[in-house]
């Protein structure tokens, strides 16, 4: 049963764009949400975390979208660049045990 | 930055091999894991560790095994390999987030 649901599976933006990528989840014992961006041939490295007291968290170009209630959360990339051009993961568990429960991953293209 | 090496990056094998991934890391973490990726699916959690002699399964069934005798080892061994095990292999630790090593990319014909 997959715990985390992320949409879409892949989009394509022009430079300058804002690719937006959302998740889901059930499970309400989850607390921390990262988001992971891997390049090919490479492992996925964080990005950006939040935790559910908060609503939003930017840091750069990156920003994320959390609404508990809905359970849902997403990843905002401003003023994107060809160098982000890379598969983006969202990721969820409970407590500090980084036993992630992962979504399926989005392909972003950013074209120059 | 995290220091987490995986050998061999590559490897093809055939039906019925017993193979070893080697995970080794410099920083002294104690929490390890192991996940499994298939193109355009998620990272899927097949075992993780919180310290020496600890070792548990994760949330996918594998027919891997895991051994953590020292605090930077946490090698991942299949016995007979399948043209079903055909996957990347990520180990990570973490240390207040998870880090990943590049991953092993493994084919079986």
């Known amino acids: 049963q997959q715990q985390v649901k992320q949409s879409p599976q892949s989009l394509i933006v022009q430079k300058g764009g804002i690719p937006i990528i959302n998740c889901a989840y059930e499970?309400?014992?989850?607390?921390?949400f990262p988001w992971y961006q891997q390049f090919p041939g490479k492992g996925p490295a964080l990005l950006i975390a939040?935790?559910?007291?908060?609503s939003e968290k930017k840091e750069g170009r990156f920003t994320i979208s959390f609404n508990k209630s809905a359970k849902q959360f997403s990843l905002h990339i401003m003023d994107s660049q060809p160098g982000d051009s890379a598969t983006y993961f969202c990721?969820?568990?409970?407590?500090?045990?980084?036993?992630?429960?992962f979504g399926a991953g989005t392909t972003v293209t950013v074209r120059a | 930055e995290a220091d987490i090496y995986q050998t061999p990056r590559y490897l093809v094998i055939g039906t019925g091999k017993k193979i070893t991934l080697e995970c080794s890391q410099t920083?002294?973490?104690?929490?390890m894991y192991w996940y499994q990726q298939d193109p355009g699916m998620e990272l899927h959690l097949i075992h993780y560790?919180?310290?020496?002699?600890?070792?548990e399964k994760g949330d996918l069934s594998s027919e891997s095994t895991v051994s953590r005798i020292r605090t930077e080892h946490f090698p991942l061994t299949l016995e007979s390999a399948r043209p079903s095990h055909t996957s990347q292999y990520l180990c990570?630790?973490?240390?207040?987030?998870?880090?990943f090593g590049e991953g092993s990319r493994l084919t079986v014909l």
């Open positions: 560790s919180y310290g020496v002699n600890s070792t």
């Open positions: 920083m002294g973490h104690d929490k």
């Open positions: 990570a630790t973490s240390h207040g987030e998870l880090f």
């Open positions: 499970n309400t014992a989850f607390d921390y």
């Open positions: 939040i935790r559910p007291d908060v």
């Open positions: 990721a969820a568990s409970k407590g500090y045990d980084y036993k992630l429960s």
